[in-house]
């Protein structure tokens, strides 16, 4: 049987994490003054928190002192990591389990590429750690997505061929650095948002074992 890499983004694809970190930005943005709109919103995902601050910031047309920027960034994930301490294991978004079960009864690849510094905590606190062959995050990363250095990276340490590898991603910006990696890009979520994937699904019970099988032989 064929060994392939399945590569998978955490937040929003894993976990239900998108939803908290839409809420700690949206209330940073506040107390800026600064309103931004869910559809804005798509594009603060999947990027780093320093690119993430940054957009923002333009969004609002604001400039702040180096030290201030050092300080927002702090209280943003302060208030993250307020969200996600109560996390357990039923924020594991539906049939994660399932997919993950079929990939290791057929010993394919399994890692995660993410852009979050907090990946390895959420994956303990959701107990799944364990079932990564590889873990690529935030903190192993000195481009962010959509650049691929991440999925690239996560390749490598599966010892797969980036062309042999398989992203799924709930993000326009990881889309595009799976689609930069020359890897199969599985979108997860709404399809006019995630039009550049090579497929895309609402979320992981549209996704069925055969299609999983058929990747596999590709
Ligand atoms: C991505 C999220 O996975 O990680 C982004 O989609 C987030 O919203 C980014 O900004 C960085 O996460 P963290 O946990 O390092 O602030
Ligand atoms: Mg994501």
Redesign the pocket.
């Known amino acids: 049987m064929n060994k392939k890499g399945f590569i998978f983004?955490?937040?929003?694809v894993i976990v239900d994490t998108?939803k908290y970190?839409f809420l700690a930005w949206q209330r940073l943005a506040k107390s800026l003054d600064i309103n931004f709109t869910e559809e804005e919103n798509e594009q603060?995902?999947?990027?780093?928190?320093v690119r993430?601050l940054e957009k923002i910031l333009a969004w609002g047309n604001k400039t702040i002192s180096k030290e201030q920027f050092t300080l927002l960034m702090a209280k943003k994930?302060e208030e993250?990591l307020s969200y996600i301490a109560e996390m357990d294991s039923s924020e594991i978004l539906p049939d994660i389990p399932k997919i993950l079960n079929i990939l290791i009864e057929k010993k394919q690849g399994i890692a995660l590429g993410?852009?979050?510094?907090?990946a390895r905590t959420i994956l303990d606190r959701v107990d799944l750690k364990k079932h990564f062959d590889a873990i690529v995050d935030?903190n192993d990363v000195s481009k962010a997505k959509p650049d691929p250095e991440v999925f690239l990276n996560a390749a490598k340490m599966l010892n797969i061929e980036p062309a042999d590898c398989i992203v799924f991603e709930d993000?326009v910006a990881g889309v595009e650095a799976a689609n930069t990696a020359n890897m199969i890009s599985i979108g997860i979520g709404n399809s006019n948002v995630l039009g550049q994937a090579d497929f895309v699904f609402r979320d992981f019970t549209e996704i069925s074992e055969e299609f999983i099988t058929n990747l596999i032989k590709k």
């Open positions: 983004d955490l937040d929003g998108a970190h603060l995902k999947g990027v780093s928190r993430s994930n993250y993410s852009a979050s510094k907090n935030g993000s």
